[in-house]
């Protein structure tokens, strides 16, 4: 759904200010495009009122953002020498759920627990994850 071009006031500065207006029923949703260099502005100034009692539940949009760009904003580091230990340590914290023979168990890294053992001539390091499981 779209909403009709009711007033359009341009500054001398290069600010402008756009008025749309419509009737929306029930659940619809309005798409309004913008390039993406105008995104920031458009976040900062964007208002939306209800003239007739209504909620406003959400706002939301698309980025156009690359998964690598924002693999980067997330401060996780993936590479080719990346191991699965070195990862579940940068998402201390996050929820997971692991699946076992045994079932699954959902809960929250907190952190790898390695523990050497000398077996013959040899030492061999086993990793296990700790996780914080909510029993109720």
């Given at each position: 759904m779209?909403?009709?071009?009711?007033?359009?006031?341009?500054?001398?500065?290069g600010?402008g200010?756009?008025?749309?207006?419509?009737?929306?029923?029930?659940?619809?949703?309005?798409?309004?495009?913008?390039?993406?260099?105008?995104?920031?502005d458009?976040?900062?100034?964007?208002?939306?009122?209800?003239?007739?009692?209504?909620i406003?539940a959400?706002?939301?949009y698309?980025?156009?953002?690359?998964d690598?760009?924002?693999?980067?904003?997330?401060?996780?580091?993936?590479?080719?020498t990346?191991?699965?230990?070195n990862?579940?340590l940068?998402i201390?914290?996050?929820?997971?759920s692991?699946?076992?023979?045994?079932?699954?168990v959902?809960?929250?890294?907190l952190?790898?627990?390695?523990?050497?053992?000398?077996?013959?001539?040899?030492?061999?390091?086993?990793?296990?994850?700790?996780?914080?499981v909510?029993?109720?």
């Open positions: 779209s909403l009709q071009l009711k007033k359009v006031v341009l500054y001398k500065h600010v200010y756009f008025e749309r207006l419509g009737e929306v029923q029930n659940n619809d949703t309005i798409n309004l495009q913008f390039r993406q260099s105008e995104m920031n458009v976040l900062k100034s964007l208002t939306t009122i209800d003239l007739d009692g209504g406003i959400s706002i939301s698309e980025s156009c953002e690359s690598e760009r924002k693999l980067k904003e997330m401060a996780i580091e993936l590479s080719d990346q191991t699965l230990v990862l579940l940068q201390k914290g996050a929820p997971v692991v699946t076992l023979e045994s079932g699954s959902n809960g929250k890294i952190g790898i627990d390695s523990v050497t053992k000398q077996l013959d001539n040899t030492l061999l390091t086993t990793d296990y994850l700790a996780l914080f909510a029993t109720i």
